[in-house]
């Protein structure tokens, strides 16, 4: 299958600090991306759906200036957490949604999956 | 307001048995089903998928079911084997509007296949 990558895979922080995440699709151009945190014990929640080229789409109660979400290219999102809190150690994973997927619910059938970033806030 | 519901945090089943995970909803707009696995230090891959117009879809040895009177979904592994322990999240969508489509996940099941 498609492989997406991110990097870091885990990542301790200072307290003010900002963090960058990076999301690659390795074998496949990716027009949607989407990030995810998922907190210990709970659901994955999507926090932003990012389209090449465009502003990403943030879901209610995620802050955007907070969480700034670049999709320069067709294989590459990047999700930086700025002056990062303890309360934003979470594991953040992003998906990708080849450009070929057909459009409708089924073409959730064809995201794939980073492997998550750890982000631990001191 | 968890819309997606994965009641067992956990299953252990025996190797060659049928191994059940079930999930719950609550958003009667959800009209298509995911089941996703998930090994440690990776990230989830899709497994098996069912429209809301369908009560059954079936892919070798998984199956997933849909009770839509019900709402409520379950997926079927037999026989389990051990390479199928893993996490198993249930996910859902509805149309949100202007051609998209919300993925809603539950909390995800531990499923341990004890050979």
């Known amino acids: 299958g498609a492989v997406v990558s991110q990097h870091p895979s885990r990542v301790i922080c200072k307290s003010g600090t900002s963090v960058k995440i990076e999301c690659r699709s390795l074998?496949?151009?990716?027009?949607?991306m989407f990030w995810y945190r998922q907190f210990p014990k709970q659901s994955l929640m999507l926090m932003a759906t990012s389209n090449e080229g465009s502003k990403a789409t943030y879901e209610q109660g995620v802050e955007k200036d907070k969480f700034l979400i670049n999709h320069a290219s067709l294989t590459l999102s990047t999700l930086t957490v700025t002056s990062a809190h303890p309360e934003d150690s979470s594991f953040y994973i992003c998906s990708a949604r080849d450009l070929g997927a057909s459009g409708g619910p089924s073409s959730y059938n064809e995201q794939f999956f980073g492997p998550g970033t750890r982000l631990t806030v001191l | 307001d968890q819309q997606v519901k994965q009641n067992s945090p956990s299953l252990s089943v025996q190797e060659g048995r049928i191994s059940i995970l079930n999930c719950d909803y609550t958003n009667s707009m959800f009209d298509y089903f995911l089941w996703y696995k998930k090994y440690p230090a990776e990230g989830p891959t899709f497994l098996i998928s069912?429209?809301?117009?369908?009560d059954k879809n079936e892919d070798g040895r998984f199956t997933v079911f849909l009770n839509k009177s019900a709402k409520h979904l379950s997926l079927h592994i037999v026989p389990s084997q051990p390479g199928d322990s893993a996490v198993y999240f249930c996910a859902a969508t509805a149309y949100s509007g202007a051609g998209s489509y919300q993925l809603t996940f539950g909390k995800g099941t531990k499923l341990s296949v004890i050979p």
């Open positions: 074998d496949f151009q990716a027009t949607t």
């Open positions: 069912i429209s809301s117009i369908k």
